[in-house]
């Protein structure tokens, strides 16, 4: 039994190394990649010595891919630490807050103050987008509470998400017929989806707000582990269930909402990461899967910005295009296996 144990414990460490190594990776690759050639020697003085300060290379690094990789790395975990924590709230592994709408409702608020308030007051503070896109991330997570407890099976539910993101789509276009050029421009830009738009300033206040509701998750890591028993066992360890479930809510919408604040909406990432956490650490247990699928989303997005960057330069594709295009083949996956046990 304790070597069991000893053996899990290594298998943990291992993972959680290699997600570290691959990290610092991708950070390397992504800082030296880049329509500017920069040598990595360079890059070392730069970013170590500080080097070269004022010059064009240094002023790449430090204001442009060094911000962007970062917001990369902290927004990919964030979205895939929101997907799990929805998955745990709804005990299915397809669930996520790009298909069950959520993303969509953050995107129909944040559209609407970018168009109209924006358009009236010309700027508004970055707090300003996060609490727009909390609200239409909690707005759009009670009409799904609603339905769920409607909805026969899980299928129905993901198909009632999608019409609800449909219906969050179709506000968010008739809101743009009464936006000005350059609000349609900028509007169309972010809801692609890109890290493009990273910042010194921005970044403090996203890791301010993911740090906070991370640890958070990782408070009722234990509670999740029973919740995943049942709530039956849950009530049984003294859980008080409506209060957690409403912590489990408001954590998924606040880290989901953030990444669509900033970023804009990007796809099947809460879904399908979650999926390689666990399958990298053979566990479903919260207090281990968190950190990890936090690890896991960083290196998927760091990579897949970096192909987004690199691919076809100097045209950069929008982050939601990679992301579906390595995440959409895990979701299939999913839903193969659950139509074969369930038949």
């Given amino acids: ?52 300060e004022g010059t064009l290379d240094s002023d790449v690094i ?14 990919g975990g964030a979205l895939s630490v929101s997907g799990f924590l929805l998955q745990t709230f709804f005990r299915n592994p397809i669930a996520g807050p790009f298909v069950l709408g959520i993303s969509s409702g953050a995107k129909m608020c944040v559209g609407l103050v970018m168009i109209f308030v924006v358009g009236a007051y010309g700027q508004i503070p970055s707090w ?22 409607r909805a026969k099976n899980m299928s129905m539910l993901l198909v009632i998400g999608i019409m609800i993101g449909y219906i969050c789509s179709a506000i968010t276009d008739f809101a743009i017929a009464f936006a000005k050029d350059h609000e349609i421009a900028n509007l169309t830009t972010w809801s692609m989806g890109s890290f493009s738009g990273a910042g010194w300033k921005n970044l403090g206040i996203i890791c301010v707000v993911v740090g906070v509701a991370f640890v958070c998750a990782m408070l009722i890591s234990k509670p999740m582990d029973a919740y995943q028993l049942g ?46 956490a666990k399958f990298l650490m053979k566990t479903s247990k919260p ?57």
């Fill in 1 to 52: 039994m304790q070597t069991l144990h000893m053996k899990k414990l290594l298998r943990y460490l291992l993972v959680l190394v290699g997600l570290l190594l691959l990290v610092a990776v991708g950070i390397v690759v992504s800082v030296n990649s880049g329509t500017i050639d920069i040598s990595p020697l360079d890059v070392f003085r730069i970013i170590f010595l500080h080097a070269y």
């Fill in 62 to 75: 430090w204001k442009i891919r060094l911000p962007r990789l970062l917001t990369a790395a902290v927004l």
């Fill in 128 to 149: 300003g987008m996060i609490v727009a896109a909390v609200a239409g991330s909690m707005l759009i997570t009670g009409f799904v509470l609603l339905f769920a407890r």
């Fill in 231 to 276: 709530e039956g066992y849950a009530k049984s360890m003294g859980i008080n269930i409506p209060l957690f479930r409403l912590a489990l809510i408001v954590l998924s919408s606040v880290l989901s909402a953030c990444v669509t604040a900033f970023a804009g909406p990007i796809s099947f990432v809460g879904i399908a990461v979650p999926q390689i």
């Fill in 287 to 343: 207090v281990v899967i968190i950190p990890t699928t936090f690890l896991c989303g960083s290196v998927f997005c760091i990579f897949c910005d970096l192909i987004a960057r690199t691919a076809f330069a100097p045209t950069e594709l929008s982050i939601g295009t990679v992301t579906s295009f390595f995440g959409a083949p895990i979701v299939i996956s999913l839903l193969v296996k659950r139509s074969r046990r369930a038949g």
